[in-house]
């Protein structure tokens, strides 16, 4: 199995995925159908459940990429108690970045407005934080296997012994030094057979003194060698890539790779689907505030208590609206409305591109995207005020006006 190629796969799939979820026409699809077949409250609800969802991985994407600009952007790292004054400089430069493109990241999924500039920055982001969170995980697993490794009995046993002090064996060539010393001196001081014998005993306890010497520096040595070994061996035990992962030991076993690669594949599944998610929640927020804004409702950033329902206009009197409207006039207004009704469904079936006239005014315009549908923003806000009259007065309410 070769991992690289179905990293490829992976990288492919969601790129495809991402495509389908801002594709215009199923975005619009689903708008209409949320549009038919939901109340205002429920997409309220969900609308809640799903901000609080992609609010989360505004976080998590600020964390893990937060991540990354400490620990390679310049800071070195991310415990601050080990930060210079110009590493707390870049980390603050690097945390900047990373909140500015992560929001970046939650304005864009969360468009409905969607084409090809917007699908190519998608892909220019995602290039870097994909780029960025696998190297966080990748350097977050390189941890775990140095801590492993770090605090292995095997380790500690030969730092044990690296730490002992060094003790030689007992030795004897200063006592058959001296011997030799002072059998000498005899040898001086006398004559004749005396002297011979005195001085072939310092020549025996010299030749003692002697090998004695050898032997110690040979003990020395030896010494020596086997703390070298022990370093060279302390070294190796420092970082045993056998102490990764279960599951990047499993990848690396079934596909004869290096365990860097099974590492870095392991980490790309967790960024895709992390990503995968993100996406999803932002576009699925932005559909369902876009249909609140057709259903009359401007989403706001600050909490709303409880979505107002919409009003119900007030059954009039039948003999006072006879009195005020007579068939004739009954028959123009219904024909008024369902023509606006007609040129809306005309203009919101058009592509992009197409020519199409204002359902409010009936100025003929260009459509610049999808969801274009009136050749001005007032004309937007007289079509929907006027098939919804409270739409007008939420607005009114919250002080702005909705588009």
């Not at 992609?54 to 930060?83: E, K, Q, S």
């Not at 010393?181 to 005396?194: F, I, K, M, T, V």
């Amino acid at each position: 199995m070769n991992l690289f190629i179905l990293s490829i796969t992976l990288l492919g799939v969601l790129l495809l995925a991402i495509y389908g979820m801002t594709r215009g026409a199923a975005i619009d699809a689903e708008i209409n159908r949320l549009t038919r077949t939901k109340s205002p409250e429920e997409i309220w609800a969900e609308f809640q459940a799903i901000r609080g969802t992609l609010n989360l991985y505004v976080v998590g994407g600020i964390l893990l990429t937060g991540a990354f600009a400490l620990m390679f952007f310049g800071a070195g790292g991310i415990d601050p108690r080990h930060w210079t004054l110009e590493n707390g400089i870049y980390a603050v430069i690097g945390m900047t970045a990373t909140v500015a493109i992560t929001l970046g990241q939650r304005m864009l999924y969360s468009s409905v407005s969607h084409n090809k500039t917007a699908l190519l920055v998608t892909v220019l982001i995602l290039t870097f934080v994909i780029f960025s969170e696998v190297a966080t995980s990748s350097e977050r697993e390189d941890s775990i296997v140095r801590d492993r490794s770090l605090n292995s009995p095997t380790l500690q046993a030969v730092l044990g012994r690296l730490n002992q002090p060094d003790e030689l064996p007992p030795s004897n060539a200063g006592f058959y030094q001296s011997e030799a010393a002072r059998y000498q001196s005899l040898a001086n001081q006398s004559e004749g057979n005396s002297k011979r014998a005195n001085e072939a005993r310092a020549a025996e306890y010299q030749a003692k003194a002697d090998a004695e010497a050898v032997r110690m520096q040979q003990a020395i040595t030896l010494q020596s060698q086997t703390k070298g070994q022990l370093v060279q061996q302390a070294s190796a035990l420092e970082y045993v890539e056998h102490n990764h992962s279960a599951i990047v030991r499993w990848l690396r076993e079934i596909s004869a790779s290096s365990y860097n690669a099974a590492m870095m594949f392991a980490a790309l599944i967790f960024v895709i689907a992390f990503e995968s998610g993100f996406h999803f929640s932002g576009t699925r927020a932005g559909i369902l505030s876009e249909v609140l804004s057709r259903m009359g409702y401007a989403v706001t950033r600050r909490k709303t208590p409880a979505l107002p329902k919409l009003a119900t206009p007030a059954p009039t009197p039948t003999g006072s609206l006879h009195g005020r409207v007579g068939e004739s006039d009954t028959g123009s207004l219904h024909g008024r409305v369902g023509d606006a009704l007609a040129a809306y469904d005309e203009a919101d079936r058009a592509e992009a591109g197409e020519h199409v006239s204002c359902p409010q005014c009936g100025t003929p315009f260009k459509k610049r995207n999808k969801q274009h549908r009136f050749c001005n923003p007032k004309c937007k806000d007289a079509w929907h005020n006027t098939q919804n009259p409270e739409r007008a007065a939420v607005a009114a309410k919250r002080g702005r006006v909705t588009a």
